[in-house]
Nanobody, 119 residues
């Protein structure tokens, strides 16, 4: 069993930056693919970014060039650096872990952290 705990959310002005963190329990973190998703009120949960066990990263078109996902296997932590934030980025952000790394297969989820972009 893996537990994921997100942190780093908050209120930021348009154009600002935030860095989200997701701390994972367990000794097999380095073998998992990790991802970030977000859900705005009244909308479905959307993919934001993922990073494979080897460090390969993929992004949704809406965040490409503004967000960066990274991982620190020594700290069992994955990060999401968010720059040039827009009001449309307002959502609850969730961390997820995949044992297989196959697209769309996410086995564990965190509880989420709120990001609000507003002036």
């Amino acid at each position: 069993q893996v537990q994921l705990v997100e942190s780093g959310g908050g209120l930021v002005q348009p154009g600002g930056s935030l860095r989200l963190s997701c701390a994972a329990s367990g000794r097999t973190f380095s073998s998992y693919a990790m991802g970030w998703f977000r859900q705005a009120p009244g909308k479905e949960r959307d993919f934001v970014a993922r990073i494979s066990w080897s460090g390969a990263s993929y992004y949704a078109d809406s965040v490409e060039g503004r967000f960066a996902i990274s991982r620190d296997n020594a700290r069992n932590t994955v990060y999401l650096q968010m720059n040039s934030l827009e009001p449309e980025d307002t959502a609850t952000y969730y961390c997820a872990a995949s044992r297989t790394g196959l697209p769309g297969t996410w086995d564990y989820w965190g509880q989420g952290t709120q990001v609000t972009v507003s002036s």
